[in-house]
């Protein structure tokens, strides 16, 4: 975003869904990341994959099964 500037309607909600998986596949691992914000999402290239996303620094991560107990 610091480079290009806002993204497009439609090429933001590739990423946002991206997103949403990513944090989906953490939760159901039993992981919630606490720290989601812009700095923490990076895109890539992968293969014909131009915003491939990848959700970074679980450094503040909960585990789901710690709290329940």
Do not use: W, Y
């Amino acid at each position: 975003m610091r480079e290009e500037g806002p993204l497009e309607a439609d090429r933001f909600l590739l990423v946002l869904a991206q997103v949403c998986r990513a944090l989906a596949a953490a939760h159901a691992a039993g992981f919630v990341h606490r720290d989601l914000k812009p700095d923490n999402i990076f895109l890539v290239d992968r293969g014909r994959d131009e915003d491939f996303v990848k959700l970074l620094d679980f450094g503040l991560t909960k585990s789901l099964a710690a709290s329940a107990r």
